[in-house]
């Protein structure tokens, strides 16, 4: 901290979130670690599996590809710090690193479930409304919502973390979190904390509002569904929608726990248990989910697999 005049400075954060060990870190380090490993692999897999398939050049896989794709830097923002903090003993970032890190973790995240919404809008018109959907979801318009998504979820954050940037910080600072968050960094702010309340009513109506158009989506989609009169064309049906709302419950399940609480508080082994949960467990069972629940993406995915093999054998 720098000291000006009576009042001391906050130039960096200490994260306080992380358990306090010895010689007991790389029992964290480790799992974590190849936790990271299979997410940027397992999104990339799913990434170029659809890229590099035709029959899955559709706006379905198409929006999972981008979704693959956001997981690997949505995890790179806040993981590798993670990882650094637990084999060092000085746990702390500038708030620099601070605004940037909750700006692109955040935005990330908002790119998703924008998309995510997409993705149920996009099920919804394929099952409800069949014959149009061709001619309703283009190639040009999966295009503009994935890039839409993409742009939106990155501006509607700049305000917000341009306000924050303007806050003075004169200690203490410690962050009671495993990474950078809205709620723990303004508690630090010399400020009338007030303002917190009115972050957690934004983030809790963003929430709230992508949640219904979803669910509201899925409800009208298992409804028609279940108007099918063959078994085999409700099971096909089914298994299209599975991995979609599977990753839904997973993603926003987790925000819920982490931005729904209000003035709710929890231990601080609760708080940080949730916090994987939101930043490291959800991401990690994605690529799982796309994977194994879709017969299309396995065989894609062993395609990708022989193509590496025959390159390989072309090469020696």
């Not at 919804?124 to 998504?149: F, K």
């Not at 082994?269 to 690529?287: E, K, S």
């Not at 396995?298 to 590496?308: E, M, R, S």
Request: hydrophobic share 50%; glycine share 4%; net charge positive.
């Amino acid at each position: 901290m720098v000291r000006s005049n009576q009042t001391s400075m906050v130039t960096e954060f200490l994260f306080s979130g992380f358990p306090q060990f010895e010689d007991g870190s790389l029992l964290f380090f480790i799992p974590l670690f190849i936790i990271y490993i299979f997410i940027i692999i397992g999104n990339l897999i799913v990434f170029f599996a659809v890229r590099m398939d035709t029959r899955l050049h559709n706006p379905m896989y198409n929006f999972i590809s981008v979704f693959s794709f956001l997981e690997i830097w949505y995890t790179t923002a806040t993981i590798p710090k993670m990882l650094s903090n637990l084999i060092s003993k000085k746990r702390t970032i500038s708030i620099l690193g601070c605004l940037l890190q909750m700006y692109f973790f955040h935005s990330l995240g908002n790119s998703e479930g924008i998309l995510l919404t997409t993705m149920a809008i996009d099920r919804y018109v394929a099952i409800c409304n069949p014959l149009h959907y061709p001619t309703i979801m283009t190639p040009r318009l999966c295009a503009q919502l994935s890039a839409g998504s993409c742009i939106f979820g990155f501006l509607v954050l700049l305000p917000e973390i341009a306000w924050i940037s303007t806050l003075p910080f004169c200690g203490p600072n410690q962050i009671h979190q495993i990474f950078c968050d809205f709620e723990p960094v303004l508690r630090l702010a010399c400020t009338d904390t007030s303002v917190i309340l009115i972050e957690d009513v934004i983030h809790a109506i963003a929430i709230i509002f992508s949640v219904l158009i979803i669910a509201l989506s899925y409800i009208r989609i298992i409804t028609v569904i279940l108007k099918i009169p063959s078994v085999e064309g409700r099971q096909k049906a089914f298994s299209t929608c599975a991995s979609h709302l599977g990753v839904f419950l997973m993603f926003y399940g987790s925000v819920s726990l982490m931005y729904l609480r209000f003035s709710a508080t929890f231990s601080p082994i609760l708080d940080t248990i949730i916090a994987l949960m939101f930043a490291v467990l959800a991401p990690f069972f994605n690529p799982i989910i796309y994977s194994l629940r879709n017969k299309d993406m396995k065989t894609a995915i062993k395609k990708l697999f022989c193509l590496h093999k025959m390159f390989n054998a072309s090469a020696s």
